[in-house]
C-alpha cells in the first residue's frame, strides 16, 4: 500500500486523510465557528479524564508554554483532534520508545476559514493502525462536541 485517503463527513466536520507509509496529512474543515475552540465546550476536560487520561501526559509545543491540562482547556478543536489521533496510535503501538509526532496548522487568508491542517509522524507503525486510531478519535471528538448541545437541552 502506497497511500490511502480516508475521506468523511461528521457533523461537526469535513475530514480528508492522506495516509502514507509513515506520515498522514489531515485537512479537517469544520463547519460552524462554534466548534473551533474547545473553550465552547466545558466538558473537554472531565470527557478526557474518563475517556483518555494518558493525553495529559503528552508534550505540547504551544506559543504559551501551557501543559497540554491548561492548553486544552482553550485550544483549537483541530489541535486536540491531533492530540487525540496521537494517544490512540501510542495505544496501539509496538514500540513504546518511537516517538509520534504531530502539528497543526492554518492559514485562512489562503484557505477557507476553518479549514485545518494535521501533520502526524508514525515512523514505525504500520497505516493501518492509523485508519483504527482515527476511528477512535472521531468517536471521542464527537462525544466532546455533543456535550454542550446535551447540556443546553436540559
Ligand atoms: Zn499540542
Not at 104 to 128: A, C, H, M, R
Request: glycine residues 2%; aromatic residues 12%; proline residues 3%.
Amino acid at each position: 500500500m502506497d497511500s490511502l485517503n480516508v475521506q468523511l463527513t461528521q457533523n461537526f466536520f469535513r475530514l480528508s486523510v492522506d495516509i502514507n507509509q509513515d506520515s498522514a496529512k489531515c485537512i479537517m474543515e469544520i463547519l460552524n465557528s462554534r466548534f473551533y475552540s474547545t473553550k465552547n465546550f466545558p466538558q473537554t476536560l472531565d470527557i478526557l479524564k474518563q475517556s483518555l487520561p494518558q493525553i495529559f501526559y503528552h508534550q505540547c509545543f504551544n506559543d504559551k508554554k501551557l501543559s497540554f491540562l491548561e492548553e486544552a482547556k482553550n485550544t483549537e478543536v483541530a489541535h486536540l483532534f491531533e492530540h487525540i489521533i496521537l494517544e490512540y496510535l501510542s495505544q496501539s503501538q509496538r514500540d513504546k520508545n518511537e516517538h509520534l509526532f504531530g502539528e497543526t496548522n492554518w492559514n485562512w487568508y489562503q484557505d477557507q476559514p476553518g479549514v485545518f491542517k494535521i501533520s502526524l509522524n508514525f515512523p514505525k507503525e504500520k497505516p493501518t493502525v492509523l485508519v483504527v486510531a482515527l476511528e477512535h478519535s472521531i468517536n471521542l471528538l464527537e462525544k466532546i462536541l455533543n456535550s454542550v448541545t446535551k447540556q443546553a437541552a436540559i
